[in-house]
């Protein structure tokens, strides 16, 4: 043709970017199916091929390597967390080295110490509470692979007094239901155009009642100033309550326009009823998940939000190079979609407000038409790619980003473990003493019975406090899921069936050399094997020098091990060995990667005795020489062994 859409190579590519952006649909092709129905099928083809299935496959690829990438970087973070906690180890074993029967091991003492400066707002029946967590057994000390496994736990830990399920609380709850009922129907009915003679005459007034009915639950719930001694059967939620707090403000404020306008005062109560109806939401499971989860999520996409600003940043400073003070606004007329010279770069905050008309895509092309009447920089070779870059980069590929870390991250967890109602046993103990009951089903929740005395050791009485202990949710937990993987939980049961088929292997086999073994998990922190493992070892160095080579091992693992990422089984024979000697006998510690993604590590120890020959070579060769024997006696039972 020789006008239309597809007059030249130039033109017909424009357009069908365009179409490929859904924004000129069907304006664009509407015209050619007039003078030609054929023409139809080329634009179902197109559009089908175009915006269903390679937008969904530019969606797929931008998901998968912002995954792969996500997996990198949770499991440095890993590896980094790990690094730290030895690092925290070493510093509290200083500490505990003036007492001579705890040598190599860390005071639960010192680490409560450490928790009163982590946790300054919590008492000391909540500091007990995370002790309890720290050292179940209460044997007041700690080796390095259980302070490795329960430190983590420890300090995600969030203590919160348990409900109390008295009867003021149980009317608080009702009021509640009730003031979100009413509230609804009051704004639903005046929006509605309902009209009837007694509800004319009083719809301020009722308005007022609902007012006041939120402010006394609102007070009593949030508890001020502790005035009352009790716990409501929900929790305080910040989006909730803050609305309802909001929405009780304004209409007071109307309420006290009353006297100055009929009609101000009866917009601005309708308008802080319509706010508060925010609360009926607080009433369902699934609302309180998604809240919940957004508050996590939106802290953890800090990283993506300010990538896309700074690439806007980039594009408005690339676009006021280009046209500041090129558009004059009100000058063209007809020849633009009217008001669309507005959307330039004469200052930056005008910038701002074009760019994000792009980020949102519809009508780019109309915007970037303007810039053909610019009285500078207007050639459509110029124009153009500024605009359809801005378009692949900042929707096809940053946007694609953030919607790839939702579709990861964004899930709700409809066990609203915090008022489920689950069963759950304490044990009572006195003198400041918590001990943690039988768990519910619930992973996340624990209870806590602490009984605090009042009198000497003899006194059997008490003040018995209740706690529940939630897992915080925190970055790392937010990044785990978006990688994605097995849970915590599945990982852990991996590693143990793991060693149970050892164990089964070591008891079917007839070999008369014993050795020891180990599988390590980084994603959880925890180590499971047999206690031959430690103790083969007790010849040639302590227990907290074995546990830190066999994470230098482990990090050194993840390089050389096998580069697919995500392979959950492989069959690379690359593994490391290290050898150990003492004056009679030499130590062999080999090890190798289970699986890459999560990384899941096995370790194998055997001992065997020292020729001569080998023993002077090792004389005169200088090859790696241990600390001398130590005369300790089996290392002690971690919970991994």
């Known amino acids: 043709p020789t006008h239309g859409p597809f007059v030249d190579l130039v033109t017909s590519w424009l357009n069908l970017f365009e179409l490929s952006t859904t924004v000129v649909n069907p304006r664009l092709w509407m015209p050619e199916y007039n003078d030609n129905p054929d023409a139809a099928f080329f634009f179902i083809i197109f559009d089908t091929t175009i915006v269903f299935i390679m937008h969904s496959l530019v969606l797929s690829v931008v998901f998968q390597t912002y995954i792969q990438a996500m997996t990198e970087i949770h499991n440095r973070s890993l590896t980094d967390r790990e690094d730290a906690l030895r690092l925290a180890y070493l510093a509290l074993e200083v500490q505990s080295k003036d007492d001579n029967n705890h040598q190599g091991l860390v005071k639960v003492t010192s680490v409560t110490r450490v928790l009163r400066i982590l946790r300054p707002h919590y008492n000391e029946m909540k500091i007990g509470a995370l002790v309890e967590i720290l050292d179940p057994s209460r044997q007041r000390v700690l080796d390095f692979p259980n302070f490795l496994s329960k430190i983590r736990v420890t300090l995600l830990a969030s203590i919160r007094t348990t409900p109390t399920r008295s009867n003021f609380a149980y009317l608080v709850e009702a009021t509640a239901a009730f003031v979100a009922f009413a509230n609804f129907i009051y704004v639903i009915l005046y929006t509605s155009q309902f009209s009837a003679v007694w509800y004319d005459r009083c719809v301020f007034e009722i308005g007022i009642a609902i007012t006041f009915l939120a402010v006394f639950e609102l007070v009593a719930r949030i508890n001020p100033f502790k005035l009352l001694r009790y716990t409501p059967t929900t929790r305080l939620q910040t989006t909730f309550d803050g609305l309802a707090v909001l929405g009780a403000i304004v209409s007071i404020w109307g309420a006290l326009h009353y006297f100055l306008s009929y009609r101000a005062a009866l917009d601005l109560m309708l308008t802080g009823r319509a706010i508060d109806m925010i609360r009926i939401m607080r009433f369902f499971r699934i609302f309180r998940a998604m809240v919940r989860r957004s508050g996590d999520v939106l802290i953890a996409l ?76 207007s050639s459509p070779y110029i124009v153009y790619p500024f605009f359809v870059g801005a378009n692949l980069i900042c929707v096809n590929i940053l946007l694609n980003c953030l919607t790839a870390f939702f579709v990861g991250a964004f899930v709700a967890k409809l066990d609203d473990s915090e008022d489920d109602g689950k069963e759950v046993t304490s044990v009572s103990r006195k003198a400041r003493e918590m001990v943690i009951g039988a768990t519910s089903s619930v992973r996340t929740v624990r209870r806590v019975t602490s009984v605090r005395s009042m009198g000497d050791a003899s006194d059997a009485s008490g003040i018995t406090v209740e706690f529940d202990i939630y897992e915080r949710e925190g970055y790392d937990r937010i990044v785990q899921t978006v990688a994605g993987g097995a849970s915590e939980e599945e990982e852990d049961e991996y590693a143990k069936k793991i060693c149970d088929m050892l164990e089964l292997f070591e008891q079917l086999s007839s070999q008369v050399v ?128």
């Open 514 to 641: 014993k050795v020891g073994y180990m599988v390590c998990s980084q994603k959880t922190m925890n180590r499971y094997g047999n206690r031959r493992f430690q103790a083969l070892a007790m010849e040639f160095m302590e227990p907290n020098t074995l546990h830190s080579i066999v994470g230098e091992m482990h990090n050194e693992l993840l390089e050389v091990g096998p580069a697919t990422v995500g392979a959950t089984n492989t069959n690379n024979k690359k593994m490391m060995k290290r050898q150990f000697f003492s004056d009679t006998n030499k130590m062999i510690l080999t090890s190798s990667l289970v699986r890459k993604q999560p990384p899941l590590s096995l370790f194998v120890l055997r001992v065997s005795p020292l020729q001569q020959q080998q023993q002077q070579e090792r004389e005169s060769d200088g090859a790696l020489v241990p600390p001398p024997p130590q005369p300790e006696e089996e290392g002690g039972d971690g919970n991994f062994f």
């Open 302 to 377: 800090t990283g993506q939000l300010a990538l896309i600003a700074s690439t806007i940043h980039l594009f408005v400073y690339l676009g006021i190079a280009l046209w500041a003070g090129a558009i004059h606004v009100g000058t063209y007329g007809t020849k633009i979609t009217p008001h669309y010279d507005l959307n330039n770069f004469n200052t930056y905050t005008n910038g701002l407000v074009t760019m994000f008309q792009v980020l949102v895509v519809n009508d780019w092309y109309a915007i970037a038409a303007v810039y053909q009447y610019a009285t500078a920089h």
